[in-house]
């Protein structure tokens, strides 16, 4: 047990020039191996303890109009302590800041480093984590599903989507599982799995397709139907087209995207009467 204070032994070191104090009350280490010769000095066994206990200070210390800022340094010492958390309460708060950080990290489309933060939340959450967090759940599934197929970890993306689709309490919640497995498919060059997986969405949704199958939509009906598109717009000015309103109903833009998602599967078909 130490007989002196932190605070007393600070400027010596900053004297020394081992740390530099770079605002009241917050220092940095002065060189990256400076800060690896003492965390060597901490016994093997102590330091996930250790890095649990500097993360919690940071915490508590941190005001909730600062946090953002210093959500980085926060995580960087609470994850290697992960595993020592057991307060269900504790678990949560640490999933959140995870999902804080990685938001922040999509934004500057750090995709590698989003995925960690989002995985690291997810690992917090206990087995029944759909019944007792739903949201949180859902968002850090959504996020970390997103992520990985960014980074095209589709495995782990799969296995999120299908932990997602399995506990959803409704259609809308699955909505961005959907996509990200139509898109695994067209990365991987599966189109034609990626139209069914498409199809499949739209009949659930109430909007089949001509037929219940693409493989049964002929030449003829998408000319009959683009006849029909160029009979509503034919004596509309340009003016006109761009004087709509704006679509704003979630469902039809929903229905749009999986459309959009086949026709950009469709060029890679073999069928002749598609694309």
Known sequence: KSDYNLESVLPAVCQIGYIHEVSPG??????????????????????????????????????????????????GHMNRGIRLIQ???????????????????????????????????IALLPSDCFETEYKLSLELHDLAQNALLMTGDFARMNSLASRVL?????????????????GQLICTGKPEEAVSKCASVLD?????????????????????EYIALVAKVAFKSEQDILSIPRMTDTRQL????FLQSIMSSTAN??????G
């Open 269 to 274: 078909l073999s069928n002749p009467m598609i």
């Open 26 to 75: 917050k220092f940095m280490w002065a060189h990256d191996q400076v800060m690896q010769a003492a965390h060597r000095l901490i016994p093997a066994n102590m330091r996930e303890q250790f890095h649990l206990l500097a993360g919690t200070r940071l915490l508590m210390n941190t005001p909730e109009s600062e946090l953002e800022g210093a959500i980085f340094d926060i995580l």
């Open 254 to 257: 929903t229905v749009l995207d």
């Open 166 to 182: 399995s506990n959803t309490k409704c259609f809308h919640d699955k909505i961005n599982s959907y996509r990200n497995l139509v």
């Open 87 to 121: 307060a269900p309460d504790q678990k949560y708060e640490i999933a959140r800041l995870n999902l804080m950080a990685g938001k922040s990290c999509t934004q500057t489309s750090s995709f590698h480093s989003a995925a960690g933060y989002f995985t690291n939340g």
């Open 204 to 224: 659930e949704m109430g909007e089949p397709l001509p037929g219940g199958d693409y493989r049964s939509i002929t030449q003829g009906q998408c000319f009959r």
